[in-house]
């Protein structure tokens, strides 16, 4: 029989996940694989990751990684697409301007600061924001709150187009734009960028402008 010693912090989480409802435990298991994931990420980088390294950082089973993510690349997704949602809520939060268009340019402003001051989580949605997650997040069940934000941003900005455009061709714009706004962070922070991201600024909200018309 193995025994095991907790410290007052310990048995109190252990505490706390035996009165966790199934629900609960099943979100605790897939935050705790995510978090693992991240630590890995940040040690070996993404591409270098295998699936038994994440779950080797964790008290699960290497088949528990299955139960929640079909494959790695599956646990991008959701990892991008979590940052994504709480990094659209939190920015959109501080955006005050009242003119739509300089709010939207505010609202790219910020999501940049973060983004250089996090190369992972650009490395992460660079590689694994497209039309093809775009189509997933509108047909798949699992990403229903993804889909409410981009709902969300889509509705927010909708008077900057016009009414003739359809839904789906703003959605289309507005993938260009954060695209390019990904592009900027990324050659940024090149050891050879020419320019720095507060001289890119100026001329990537020109483009901006401009996409939007």
Do not use: Q
Request: net charge negative.
């Amino acid at each position: 029989m193995s025994y095991y010693i907790f410290h007052e912090d310990e048995l109190c989480s252990e505490n706390r996940r035996l009165n966790l409802t199934p629900e609960e435990r099943k979100i605790e298991k897939e935050n705790k694989i995510i978090r693992a994931a991240l630590v890995s990420f940040e040690e070996k980088g993404i591409e270098a990751t295998s699936i038994r390294d994440i779950m080797s950082r964790t008290d699960l089973g290497l088949g528990t990684f299955y139960l929640y993510f079909r494959d790695k690349k599956d646990l991008e997704e959701k990892i991008v697409l979590d940052i994504m949602m709480e990094l659209t809520y939190s920015v959109e939060s501080k955006c005050k301007e009242k003119d739509l268009k300089k709010r939207l340019i505010s609202f790219f402003d910020y999501i940049i600061d973060h983004l250089i001051n996090n190369p992972l989580e650009l490395k992460l949605i660079s590689s694994n924001l497209n039309w093809a997650l775009y189509a997933k997040v509108e047909n798949d069940n699992r990403f229903k709150e993804a889909e409410t934000t981009l709902h969300f941003i889509l509705n927010k900005y909708s008077n900057l187009f016009p009414t003739i455009v359809s839904y789906e061709e703003r959605l289309f714009i507005m993938s260009l734009i954060i695209k390019i706004v990904l592009s900027t962070c990324e050659s940024a922070l090149k050891n050879d960028s020419v320019l720095g991201i507060d001289e890119m600024k100026p001329v990537l909200y020109k483009v901006v402008d401009r996409v939007i018309g």
